[in-house]
């Protein structure tokens, strides 16, 4: 392959990161056009790779072909590794920024294999506990934060602190706001974890299985409001750290505004998640508003 072609195949890649990011990812799409030009890339890159794997038992009309997609996502990184040449966009953009900025491919392998446990288990399967929810939460969106930290070249154990609790805040939100989805999917609410639902009087155990009522919106409000307050917490902490991580770290930080848009926003609908007001705008709030705040925290080096 010449260099010519080479380098119109790797902005074609790139294109189209940009453009699945902005389709799906709204919001963080903002957030990475804040990030300096040098950052951009990789940052598109691993973020589309996110939509990719977040979305392939969405977008399955069966659960096996979702599966059988991400365990696709799985095989792509050992291809990569293997320097092997991978016909998919994402996976090209992906390659390159491995290669070039020397991104570990473990986190990106653990965060696929977190999204492959999930998808086998059964739809009746219920979390356990909060903390298997911020488990997963850090496996799928921390590790996103963790790889552009790397490919930035930033070093920094408060920037890695902040980028885990801000992904577990994202993460357990992404989850709430997901469940009338979900719900609507399987007639189950997937992500209210069982010692959450009894605490609210939501678990009902038949014999030896359990299943969470759906019929009582104020219970699910209480329960809702519990998790948010644990993402709460976690973006309480990434901001305590503020103060020591580094000046060039803190625009990859940038998902905790969302992260709080969206826990406004909530708050505001008293923590009913089926409130018609979540959808409205970006995560609830007017499309400038939002801007406007992201502009002001990337302006005034916040997160």
Same mark, same amino acid.
């Given at each position: 392959?010449?260099?010519?072609?080479?380098?119109? /195949?790797?902005?074609?890649?790139?294109?189209?990161?940009?453009?699945?990011?902005?389709?799906?990812?709204?919001?963080?799409?903002?957030?990475?056009?804040?990030?300096? =030009?040098?950052?951009?890339?990789?940052?598109?890159? $691993?973020?589309?790779?996110? !939509?990719?794997?977040?979305?392939? %038992?969405?977008?399955?009309?069966? @659960?096996?072909?979702?599966?059988?997609?991400?365990?696709?996502?799985?095989?792509?990184?050992?291809?990569?590794?293997?320097?092997?040449?991978?016909?998919? =966009?994402?996976?090209?953009?992906?390659?390159?920024?491995?290669?070039?900025?020397?991104?570990?491919?473990?986190?990106?392998?653990?965060?696929?294999?977190?999204?492959?446990?999930?998808?086998?288990?059964?739809?009746? #399967?219920?979390?356990?506990?909060?903390?298997?929810?911020?488990?997963?939460?850090?496996?799928?969106?921390?590790?996103?934060?963790?790889?552009?930290?790397?490919?930035?070249?930033?070093?920094?154990?408060?920037?890695?602190?902040?980028?885990?609790?801000? /992904?577990?805040?994202? /993460?357990?939100?992404?989850?709430?706001?997901?469940?009338?989805?979900?719900?609507?999917?399987?007639?189950?609410?997937?992500?209210? @974890?069982?010692?959450?639902?009894?605490?609210?009087?939501?678990?009902?155990?038949? /014999?030896?299985?359990?299943?969470?009522?759906? #019929?009582?919106?104020? #219970?699910?409000?209480?329960?809702?409001?519990? %998790?948010?307050? !644990?993402?709460?917490?976690?973006?309480?902490?990434?901001?305590?750290?503020?103060?020591?991580? =580094?000046?060039?770290? *803190? @625009?990859?930080?940038? @998902?905790?505004?969302?992260?709080?848009?969206?826990?406004?926003? +909530?708050?505001?609908?008293?923590?009913?998640?089926? #409130?018609?007001?979540?959808? *409205?705008?970006?995560?609830?709030? =007017?499309? $400038?508003?939002?801007? +406007?705040? +992201?502009?002001?925290?990337?302006?005034?080096?916040?997160?």
């Amino acid at each position: 392959m010449s260099g010519s072609s080479a380098s119109g /195949g790797s902005r074609a890649a790139l294109s189209y990161c940009v453009q699945q990011v902005r389709n799906y990812d709204y919001h963080h799409y903002l957030c990475l056009l804040e990030l300096p =030009p040098n950052m951009r890339k990789a940052a598109f890159a $691993l973020r589309a790779f996110n !939509v990719e794997t977040a979305r392939a %038992m969405d977008v399955a009309s069966d @659960p096996k072909i979702g599966l059988m997609r991400l365990l696709w996502w799985q095989e792509v990184i050992d291809k990569i590794s293997a320097n092997k040449l991978i016909e998919h =966009p994402t996976a090209q953009a992906l390659a390159a920024v491995i290669s070039e900025h020397k991104v570990s491919k473990s986190w990106l392998k653990r965060s696929v294999e977190a999204r492959i446990n999930d998808a086998q288990r059964e739809v009746t #399967d219920i979390w356990q506990t909060v903390q298997e929810l911020e488990k997963y939460s850090e496996d799928t969106v921390s590790t996103l934060l963790y790889t552009t930290l790397q490919a930035g070249g930033i070093k920094s154990t408060a920037a890695d602190h902040a980028a885990s609790h801000i /992904g577990k805040a994202s /993460g357990l939100l992404l989850l709430l706001k997901s469940l009338p989805y979900h719900a609507s999917r399987s007639n189950h609410f997937s992500y209210i @974890p069982a010692d959450v639902a009894e605490k609210h009087g939501l678990l009902v155990k038949h /014999g030896g299985q359990s299943e969470i009522r759906m #019929d009582s919106r104020s #219970d699910l409000c209480n329960a809702v409001f519990e %998790m948010a307050s !644990v993402a709460n917490a976690h973006l309480l902490k990434a901001r305590e750290l503020a103060g020591s991580v =580094p000046a060039e770290a *803190r @625009p990859v930080l940038l @998902p905790a505004v969302p992260a709080q848009v969206f826990l406004d926003s +909530l708050r505001r609908a008293h923590f009913d998640v089926y #409130d018609s007001s979540l959808t *409205r705008g970006v995560l609830g709030t =007017p499309p $400038l508003w939002f801007q +406007l705040k +992201l502009k002001w925290h990337s302006w005034k080096g916040k997160y």
